[in-house]
Each structure stands twice: as C-alpha cells, then as structure tokens.
C-alpha cells in the first residue's frame, strides 16, 4: 500500500489549497483515509476523516466549516479542500489509511486515532503566510 500526497505549498491567509491523496495496492473500499497534520514542536493531530465505504466523515473543531473531505473511489484519491486558511494551519499534512469495513467511529479522528493508522503517505508542506 502506498499513499502519495501532493498540493501543498505556500498561501496568504484566506486562500485556499486542495490537498489529494492518490492511494495504491489496496481496494479502496472499506478504508478510513485520514487527514493529519504536525506543526513544528508540536503533537500530530487529526484535521479529517472519510470512509471510502459510506458517508462517514469526520472534522477537527479547528477546520469545520473551512475545511472539506471528498473521495473518489473510482480513481482511488481522497481529496481536502481548504478554505480560508489561517497561518495556524501551517504544517505538514500526511495522508493516512487503515482498513475498516464498518463505520468509523469518531475516536480514529484524534490524535490518539494516529496509531489506528497503518499506512502513510509521505507528508505535504502547507505554509500560510502573508
């Protein structure tokens, strides 16, 4: 299994970037595909979570309403809208998978959820500044 993330890179605060996730050597149903990000010094934390097998889809309170998860499965990517970015978003944002046929509990979408992950991509710098 391999995750490649890509789109990062450097925007003034209240821009926008869209993050993939291109996922491979895996059938993409029955996943949970999480969205983490680490600032400098600081702990990894959860941003998003989406189940490539029903609607489940999870938010940090820090990006809810800015931030959007969406899949294609046909193309095996999941994808992270970000709006209205803030300089507290600076960080590198990884992509993360582990297989989970049912519904992804809540708790997967934390940092503790970091270690229910058994595939990660390799990170994207998102660097927002004026």
């Known amino acids: 299994v391999q995750l490649q993330a890509s789109g990062g890179g450097l925007m003034q605060p209240g821009g926008s970037l869209r993050l993939s996730c291109a996922a491979s050597?895996?059938?993409?149903?029955?996943?949970?595909i999480g969205w983490f990000r680490q600032a400098p010094g600081k702990e990894r934390e959860a941003v998003s979570c989406?189940?490539?097998?029903?609607?489940?889809?999870y938010y940090a309170d820090s990006v809810k309403g800015r931030f959007t998860a969406s899949r294609d499965n046909a193309n095996n990517t999941v994808y992270l809208q970000m709006d209205s970015l803030k300089p507290e978003d600076t960080a590198v944002y990884y992509c993360?998978?582990?297989?989970?046929?049912?519904?992804?509990?809540?708790?997967?979408?934390?940092?503790?959820?970091?270690?229910?992950?058994?595939?990660w991509g390799q990170g994207t710098q998102v660097t927002v500044s004026s």
């Open positions: 989406i189940s490539t097998s029903d609607d489940t889809t």
């Open positions: 993360a998978t582990v297989w989970y046929p049912k519904k992804l509990p809540l708790y997967y979408c934390s940092t503790y959820g970091v270690r229910m992950y058994d595939y």
């Open positions: 050597g895996l059938a993409f149903d029955n996943y949970a």
